[in-house]
């Protein structure tokens, strides 16, 4: 008997453990709930009800497959090796199926789950699925990892020139299993269903395979080719929106590279700058979780550049709940914020505003930031969230240099020029015109607006900031 053990990974197609596990003999599923981990991880409410929404629908697409579903209720993971070990004797389990991932503490709980097992005779098979190429293995003429984006992208076209990676197939249900006590469980939504979230958030997230392919599919027909252009302007709809889907698993990545090459029927061959550079977003999510990999430390609130551990922080409460709240008084930080809180997204051209105005201008720890964005994100993400926010801070691989502080005044004027995002979430500046929106406070301060002064001096604290990463 086999084990496919669902994780981040919660979906039935382009699936590489379940795929092998429905290859290898009769199969059973298990999935852990662990609302502690969950917790001491900051996934976002928003996130966890996706995920335990999805999970349901997986549940009954499993039982028409005949696969039956364990759902175990765990405290924390390390609980996790000794009741696989359990189900496995209880159940005559001859091989445990499961996807790597890329963390420390899941390869931590992972390692502790292969001895236990192995010891027992009982096969362990991890494998690769949640990036292009296996984890480890993009490296540079000495053996090395690669610390700049440009020389991974390049090394990652070398291989994609070769062949794309493939899309596992589709497979028959297995024959009906006799009925065991350990999965008569139906999941229950209820107890674990997050508080404070709004029935309107919810919606905005609908879950299933077949509605992340239909986002996906709309998006490669009517977004990519405007994709190079759109993709900075965060009034439209000019991205994907398929990070959610991504993070948890809905869609692979493979699939989301062959929807990208269908029109050149799976050929590698680069049309157009939409296509180009959606693909070096895709990119991008591949650096961050192969660096994270690399270095283990990352996922342990270290900064990839270790001389700017150095750094003293401010230490000022005030300004980082104005930050959370949205209410700076810099209306597209405060616009941002605001969205992340009202949807659980944010455009990526703010969320780099954002993280930017945070860790230079407010010179708060980027680290308070990159927990705001997991606890809120719908498509948090350890990886790429860590990327984003060493990017920003000028602690990380490849990072922005330290002198290059985005103004966000002069970004709001060109990414939002007539004002339309800001006016969309900051409904106190919505009788604005396209010039005073962007800076409301700029000539007369005694103007009367239910909005804050900026809490702080932009030139100033940009000065401030280059002085002491210079001093680094
Ligand atoms: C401070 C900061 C924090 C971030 N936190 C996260 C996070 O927790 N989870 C997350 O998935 N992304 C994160 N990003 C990256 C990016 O903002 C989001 O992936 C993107 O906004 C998601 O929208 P989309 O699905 O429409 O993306 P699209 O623009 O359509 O891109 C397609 C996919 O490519 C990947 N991608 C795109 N841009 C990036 C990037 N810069 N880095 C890594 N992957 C990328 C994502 O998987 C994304 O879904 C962060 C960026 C910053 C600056």
Not at 131 to 143: M, V
Request: net charge negative; proline share 5%; charged share 20%.
């Amino acid at each position: 008997m086999q084990l496919i053990w669902f994780r981040q990974d919660l979906r039935l197609h382009d699936h590489t453990a379940l795929w092998h596990a429905t290859q290898a003999g009769p199969t059973i599923a298990v999935v852990f709930i662990s609302p502690k981990q969950w917790q001491l991880h900051d996934d976002a409410p928003i996130k966890i009800d996706f995920y335990l929404r999805q999970l349901a629908q997986l549940q009954q697409q499993l039982q028409q497959l005949n696969i039956p579903l364990i759902i175990r209720h765990i405290g924390l993971w390390q609980e996790i090796a000794a009741d696989l070990q359990n189900i496995a004797q209880q159940l005559k389990i001859t091989a445990l199926h499961a996807n790597i991932e890329c963390d420390y503490n899941e390869r931590q709980r992972d390692a502790e789950v292969r001895q236990l097992l192995e010891q027992a005779n009982i096969q362990v098979n991890y494998y690769h699925d949640r990036t292009l190429f296996p984890l480890g293995s993009i490296r540079n003429q000495s053996g090395q990892p690669y610390q700049v984006f440009g020389a991974f992208k390049k090394k990652c076209y070398e291989h994609l020139s070769l062949s794309l990676p493939r899309c596992y197939p589709t497979f028959e249900a297995q024959q009906a299993l006799t009925a065991h006590p350990l999965w008569q469980t139906q999941l229950e939504l209820q107890p674990f269903c997050p508080q404070g979230l709004s029935i309107q958030q919810i919606e905005l997230w609908p879950i299933g395979e077949a509605q992340a392919f239909a986002l996906l599919d709309t998006f490669i027909e009517a977004g990519l080719s405007h994709y190079a252009e759109d993709r900075d302007v965060p009034a439209m709809h000019g991205t994907s929106k398929i990070g959610a889907y991504l993070n948890i698993g809905i869609l692979s990545i493979r699939q989301c590279l062959h929807a990208l090459f269908r029109s050149q029927q799976g050929h590698f061959h680069i049309e157009g700058r939409g296509q180009q550079t959606w693909l070096d977003e895709l990119l991008w999510r591949e650096f961050y979780q192969h660096i994270l990999f690399d270095h283990p430390r990352l996922s342990q609130h270290q900064p990839f550049q270790l001389k700017t551990a150095r750094i003293q922080w401010r230490d000022a409460p005030e300004d980082l709940h104005a930050w959370q709240q949205g209410l700076t008084g810099i209306p597209i930080v405060d616009a941002g914020m605001r969205q992340l809180l009202a949807t659980g997204w944010m455009h990526n051209r703010v969320r780099m505003i954002c993280a930017m105005f945070l860790s230079k201008n407010l010179l708060l720890d980027w680290r308070l930031g990159e927990q705001w964005f997991m606890q809120h994100l719908i498509d948090g993400d350890l990886a790429a969230n860590n990327g984003g926010w060493q990017w920003c801070a000028s602690t990380g691989t490849d990072a922005v240099p330290y002198f290059r502080i985005f103004n966000p005044i002069s970004q709001s004027q060109k990414f939002d020029p007539q004002g339309d995002y800001l006016r969309q979430w900051l409904p106190e500046l919505a009788h604005l015109d396209a010039k005073h929106i962007h800076q409301p406070y700029a000539k007369k301060q005694e103007i009367e607006l239910n909005y804050p002064l900026p809490i702080v001096d932009l030139k100033s604290s940009r000065l401030r900031a280059i002085e002491i990463f210079k001093a680094l």
